[in-house]
């Protein structure tokens, strides 16, 4: 049973550009969460979703950032135009129910130069 | 708003000795704590838990304390060894909540 797949596993993208990330949950879990990670700090939350649906995005930025989890295919976290700030290393996590823990995959740095 | 914190940021201890991380959270409605350890370049994995009912937990070298009064949690992990290097981050959570708030993490090097 394959872990929870992130890819790319490091992204580079000029500022301006867009990002696109992507993650494969962990089969037969239907929950997703998307973290950040900054330099020097911990895991922050972003946004939680399940199939077709966003159910929290509370501590996803308003502006730039958007997230999805289609009925087919992998949960995708979009960030448009980025800024250097938005260099961090994003962490995809998975569970079957939403109060179980959760497994996180090995996440994608990104770098905006 | 840092509602979970670790205030050591690294810890270096020798082969065979006790660890000791600590992690103190200022928010009252967390009742589910969790710990878990990160290698460079990969995700968190999970190492152990504990839910505000108890006050210990043991895995095998690894056990958690909660101090619920003082809002205190601690990892004890006995006896330390080289694989144990890694990056230990501190978790909460309300009960059915799915958002964990985490710490910034502890660096532990087990010296040979």
């Known amino acids: 049973n394959a872990g929870v797949m992130q890819n790319p596993r490091h992204l580079v993208r000029r500022r301006g550009q867009e990002a696109r990330l992507r993650c494969s949950p962990m089969?037969?879990?239907?929950?997703v969460y998307w973290y950040r990670q900054l330099p020097e700090e911990g895991l922050k939350f972003m946004v939680y979703l399940q199939k077709e649906n966003i159910i929290d995005e509370s501590g996803m930025p308003k502006e730039r950032f958007s997230a999805e989890f289609p009925k087919e295919g992998p949960s995708i976290l979009r960030i448009q135009q980025v800024v250097r700030g938005d260099s961090a290393a994003y962490f995809c996590?998975?569970?079957?129910?939403?109060?179980?823990?959760?497994?996180f995959g090995q996440g994608t740095r990104l770098t905006v130069v | 708003d840092q509602q979970v914190k670790q205030n050591s940021p690294s810890l270096s201890v020798q082969e065979g000795r006790i660890s000791i991380l600590n992690c103190d959270y200022t928010?009252?409605?967390?009742?589910?704590f969790l710990w878990y350890k990160k290698y460079p370049a990969e995700g968190p994995t999970f190492l152990i838990s504990?839910?505000?009912?108890?006050d210990k937990n043991e895995d095998g070298r690894f056990t958690v304390f909660l101090n619920k009064s003082a809002k205190h949690l601690s990892l004890h992990i006995v006896p330390s060894q080289p694989g144990d290097s890694a990056v230990y981050f501190c978790?909460?959570?309300?009960?059915?909540?799915?958002?964990?708030?985490f710490g910034a993490g502890t660096t532990v090097t087990v010296r040979a």
């Open positions: 089969k037969g879990h239907s929950h």
């Open positions: 504990i839910s505000s009912i108890k």
């Open positions: 928010n009252s409605m967390f009742d589910y």
């Open positions: 996590a998975s569970s079957p129910l939403i109060d179980t823990e959760a497994f």
């Open positions: 978790a909460a959570r309300g009960s059915n909540d799915y958002k964990l708030s």
